[in-house]
């Protein structure tokens, strides 16, 4: 199975983000209730992933590593896009379960920030994948970052903004004016998350919780908190 041009179509950064966005329907039937088989190939493209990058994995490599024949594998996943976008999915599942969980653990706004913020760096610094498709396939996810990060930037600045207007004004309606403060806030919140992503050299201190609270209270807070009170 050849995947040179297949591999291409997953550099066009909006046409990959809309497929995240509204998934296709045979992919979230395989994520909804995986059964043991579908896990074990969602673990060995990953693994796989991890090692090689996604241009050089074939779908071959992902059966053998997985320990299931091409059959099953093409069963489920009929072509290496499909298979692409359920592991990506899966991923930006386990985040939002653990930013969620990591929210919910604090009583207030700063402490829920903070949870948050914690959670963050940590699952960006331990991401195999991440990390290792920045050191070798930078050309698969640079462009997704950086000159064609709209979709991502639209995508992750949207989610944003609905946790703030949730932590801000609850179930209030919110006026036209902060709905504009929201959107700006959630695009700063998205870039400077963009940034440490793409730079991970940093002066500022993120070693415990009491860094990661400075921070928040310093510079993240007063972002969403004062333009909100003026309006």
Do not use: C, W
Not at 173 to 188: I, K, S, V, W, Y
Not at 211 to 224: E, G, H, N, T
């Amino acid at each position: 199975m050849s995947v040179g041009k297949e591999a291409v179509k997953l550099t066009g950064a909006a046409e990959f983000v809309r497929r995240i966005a509204t998934p296709d329907p045979a992919v979230l039937a395989q994520l909804a209730d995986p059964d043991e088989i579908t896990i074990r190939i969602l673990r060995g493209a990953l693994a796989q992933f991890e090692l090689v990058g996604v241009r050089r994995t074939t779908m071959e490599d992902i059966a053998r590593r997985s320990d299931v024949g091409r059959a099953t594998l093409y069963r489920r996943f009929p072509t290496k896009s499909m298979l692409v976008d359920a592991v990506v999915l899966a991923e930006v599942r386990r985040y939002l379960d653990g930013n969620a969980l990591a929210h919910a653990q604090g009583t207030t706004v700063e402490e829920r920030l903070v949870n948050g913020t914690m959670f963050g760096v940590q699952f960006l610094r331990e991401h195999t994948l991440l990390t290792r498709l920045m050191a070798i396939e930078p050309e698969t996810i640079l462009p997704s970052l950086t000159v064609e990060a709209g979709a991502i930037l639209d995508l992750a600045a949207a989610q944003t903004v609905a946790l703030m207007r949730t932590e801000l004004y609850g179930e209030t309606p919110t006026t036209a004016a902060q709905e504009r403060h929201l959107r700006t806030a959630g695009e700063l919140f998205t870039r400077l998350t963009l940034s440490f992503i793409l730079t991970p050299h940093t002066t500022i201190k993120f070693t415990s919780v009491n860094d990661v609270r400075a921070y928040v209270r310093d510079y993240l807070l007063p972002i969403i908190t004062s333009s909100a009170q003026q309006h």
